[in-house]
């Protein structure tokens, strides 16, 4: 983690004071942030990109309606509830309206939301927790809190000695067909093997779920625009209801989960916080179809900093990954829950009882107060 040591004094201009900071404006966060708002907390929401809930608006990810039922997730329930009477939304979420209902949700709890905003560093003020400093595009500001929770995929506030654990996922990359009736869902490959996953989400329209390298970093975006054309040829020659096939929508972002897990840092505690679902294999009778089971979450499933104050609440939590890996739907609706979860146990706990482990050179480590 870095930490402010030698800020200038625009460095030290103080943007606002609040309750908690969350770092990452995807569905942990968004949820986290909106629920901690709801329950009076002043919370500031630092987001990099220039929407929330990047995984249902930027990279088009769906969740089944089994699924769904499963979660009984309130926040999942109040999503689905304002698509209700918008057309063609029963499969596939249209994605700008999705990003407003998610602006929704935190202009009326109040959240103060830092769009292209990325979280610097930790600053601290005579040894203990001040804020966080964040970079836009006018220079680096200071917010106030007492408490920091870091859940943006990259890890930024994620201390450097803590191992990550690297882990090679899958990258898929999507874009929306209309004119194209699919009765189901139908796998193909393209002659470079790249996999596609083609998913009926109307009587007429289609998404595709495009598989790319799983290393793919600087050429991803032109690698993924060089196949498409490749990718309308194959269906409308080789799939029944393509032959008119056309593109209405690319996904401006990729999906994958994180590329590392988090081993260290685990608070001690097993106060119950919330729950994930995970995918279960069912065999013979109902074989092919999956079923969802509640794991529960507890508090030491969640990570602490060295420095108290900071919560690590992200994808790169193994108990997330470890329920999310098997099924696309699950892990999108375990960010629904995850945070939840991450904001149940920072509106039970003060930002004084969320201890880190003191720096190395200290030789001096404290365990979380959970009581």
Sequence with gaps: MMHARNSTKA?????????????????????????MARAGKRVALVERRNALGWEIGRARRLFDERDQEHAASPYVREFLNCMDDRPGQKKGFHAPVAELIFDRW??????????????????EENG???????????????????????????????????????????????????????????????????????????????????????????????????????????????VEGGADAKVIYLAEEAWRLPGFQLEEGFFEGDAPIGRLLATEQRTERDAGRDAQSAVELLAGHLVCSSSRGVLLAGPWLPCYLAASSDSESTAVLNRFLLGEAVAAFALSHSAEKIWGRRSQDSGESFAPELG
């Design 106 to 123: 935190v202009m009326d709890a109040k959240v103060d939301v830092l769009f292209h905003g990325w979280a610097a560093r930790i600053a």
């Design 128 to 238: 203990k927790m001040g804020g966080l400093y964040v970079g836009t595009r006018e220079g680096y500001r200071l917010l106030k809190a007492p408490l920091v929770i870091e859940t943006d995929e990259p890890g930024r506030l994620i201390d450097m000695g803590y191992i990550r654990r690297q882990i090679s996922q899958p990258v898929v990359r999507s874009l929306l067909l209309g004119a194209v009736a699919l009765n189901g869902m139908k796998e193909m490959r393209l002659p470079a093997g790249n996999r596609l996953i083609l998913r009926p989400l109307s009587s007429n329209q289609a998404r595709v779920d495009i598989e790319l390298k799983a290393n793919a970093t600087v050429n991803a975006n032109h690698d993924y625009f060089a196949m498409i054309d490749q990718v309308i040829r194959l269906i409308r020659e080789q």
């Design 11 to 35: 460095d030290k201009a103080v943007y606002g004071e609040y309750d908690v900071i969350v770092s990452g404006g995807g569905l942990i966060g968004l949820v986290s942030a909106t629920a």
